[in-house]
């Protein structure tokens, strides 16, 4: 066994492969490759007969290792991922979009690349405000955030759709903006994702990010209600039924979004998509590592 041993502490972990290629995956190679650089690496650590190593042996390592096989681009991003993280620059992701565009799939994946490990939903959110606030006393949050425009009042002159959507979105952001309190006052990298992030009504402080993703239009939108159906207990119908009103409520959100600066990315191939938000994440955390 390979004991990787921490130059300030001395602490020793044993050497896993595992680890390896998730943080290999962070340059933008797909994960068999990771694996596979991971496994050269190993096996070059085997062949020098190290029965210790230290993490900036590894990274050498691996960094040469991507230039052996031509991947100079991937090898840099490796690099700078790696030294945003010896720095302990915290990072924050925030995902919004209308329903079913696939949010929690891409903050999925982010963490994974990341290596982020708090992955919050909205929804869970929004579901411990309905545990302590009665219907009676705020029934927009009770409801789906399309449907919440009958059960609100809209005044007149304003979409009402929009409306309650707006209503449900203000109240589930109190619970957004502390978890984002926490995060901020322990250092902690996450990624919060829901139909509750909505450019403009939440704050952003140094290194939180937010993305909205979109679908190009409402025949992709039905493929993913249909998709979730056939491994979740969320079937189909209520989404398919409403899917010109959560239309409605994607053209209002990236309207938003342009207002504001805030990218939208679509999400057609879902690589194409986590692959859109690492780049411009790698640009505006740039200063970080310079
Ligand atoms: N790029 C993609 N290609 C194919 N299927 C996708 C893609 N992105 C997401 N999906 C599928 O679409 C479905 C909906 O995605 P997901 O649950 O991530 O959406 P969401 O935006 O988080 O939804 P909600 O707001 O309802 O929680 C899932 O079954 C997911 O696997
Ligand atoms: O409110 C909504 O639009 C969705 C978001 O995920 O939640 P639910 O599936 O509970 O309707």
Same mark, same amino acid.
């Given at each position: 066994?390979?004991?990787?041993?921490?130059?300030?502490?001395?602490?020793?972990?044993?050497?896993?492969?595992?680890?390896?290629?998730?943080?290999?995956? +962070?340059?933008?190679? !797909?994960?068999?490759?990771?694996?596979?650089?991971?496994?050269? *690496?190993?096996?070059?650590?085997?062949?020098?007969?190290? @029965?210790?190593?230290?993490?900036?042996?590894?990274?050498? +390592?691996?960094?040469?290792?991507?230039?052996? @096989?031509?991947?100079?681009?991937?090898?840099? #991003?490796?690099?700078?991922?790696?030294?945003?993280?010896?720095?302990?620059?915290?990072?924050?992701?925030? +995902?919004?979009?209308?329903?079913?565009?696939?949010?929690?799939?891409?903050?999925?994946?982010?963490?994974?690349?990341?290596?982020?490990?708090?992955?919050?939903?909205?929804?869970?959110?929004?579901?411990?405000?309905?545990?302590?606030?009665?219907?009676?006393?705020?029934?927009?949050?009770?409801?789906?955030?399309?449907?919440?425009?009958?059960?609100?009042?809209?005044?007149?002159?304003?979409?009402?759709?929009?409306?309650?959507?707006?209503?449900?979105?203000?109240? *589930?952001?109190?619970?957004?903006?502390?978890?984002?309190?926490?995060?901020?006052?322990?250092?902690?990298?996450?990624?919060?994702?829901?139909?509750?992030?909505?450019?403009?009504?939440?704050?952003?402080?140094?290194?939180?990010?937010?993305?909205?993703?979109?679908?190009?239009?409402?025949?992709?939108?039905?493929?993913?209600?249909?998709?979730?159906?056939?491994?979740?207990?969320?079937?189909?119908?209520?989404? *398919?039924?409403?899917?010109?009103?959560?239309? #409605?409520?994607? !053209?209002?959100? *990236?309207?938003?979004?342009?207002?504001?600066?805030?990218?939208?990315?679509?999400?057609?191939?879902?690589?194409?998509?986590?692959?859109?938000?690492?780049?411009?994440?790698?640009?505006?955390?740039?200063?970080?590592? !310079?």
């Amino acid at each position: 066994m390979i004991l990787v041993v921490d130059k300030e502490t001395g602490a020793k972990l044993p050497f896993s492969r595992g680890i390896l290629t998730r943080s290999i995956t +962070l340059s933008g190679v !797909d994960v068999g490759v990771a694996y596979a650089i991971a496994s050269a *690496v190993q096996k070059e650590l085997i062949k020098r007969g190290k @029965r210790f190593v230290t993490t900036d042996e590894i990274r050498e +390592l691996t960094y040469s290792t991507l230039i052996e @096989r031509g991947l100079r681009e991937e090898a840099e #991003r490796y690099l700078f991922w790696r030294t945003l993280r010896r720095r302990k620059v915290r990072l924050t992701v925030l +995902l919004g979009g209308a329903t079913g565009v696939g949010k929690s799939t891409i903050a999925t994946e982010l963490a994974f690349r990341l290596g982020i490990l708090s992955i919050i939903g909205t929804d869970t959110i929004r579901e411990v405000l309905r545990k302590v606030i009665a219907r009676e006393l705020l029934p927009d949050i009770h409801v789906s955030s399309f449907l919440a425009s009958n059960v609100v009042n809209a005044p007149r002159g304003i979409d009402p759709l929009i409306y309650g959507f707006e209503t449900q979105v203000k109240h *589930v952001s109190v619970g957004i903006k502390a978890v984002l309190e926490r995060s901020r006052r322990e250092g902690l990298n996450a990624i919060i994702e829901g139909i509750h992030v909505v450019p403009g009504f939440i704050e952003l402080d140094e290194n939180e990010f937010m993305y909205v993703i979109t679908v190009p239009g409402r025949e992709s939108l039905l493929a993913h209600f249909y998709e979730r159906a056939r491994y979740s207990p969320r079937g189909a119908e209520r989404y *398919v039924k409403n899917v010109e009103k959560i239309m #409605r409520i994607q !053209d209002y959100i *990236v309207d938003r979004a342009k207002e504001l600066g805030i990218p939208v990315i679509e999400n057609v191939e879902l690589e194409k998509a986590v692959t859109a938000i690492m780049e411009d994440l790698m640009k505006r955390l740039k200063k970080e590592v !310079d």
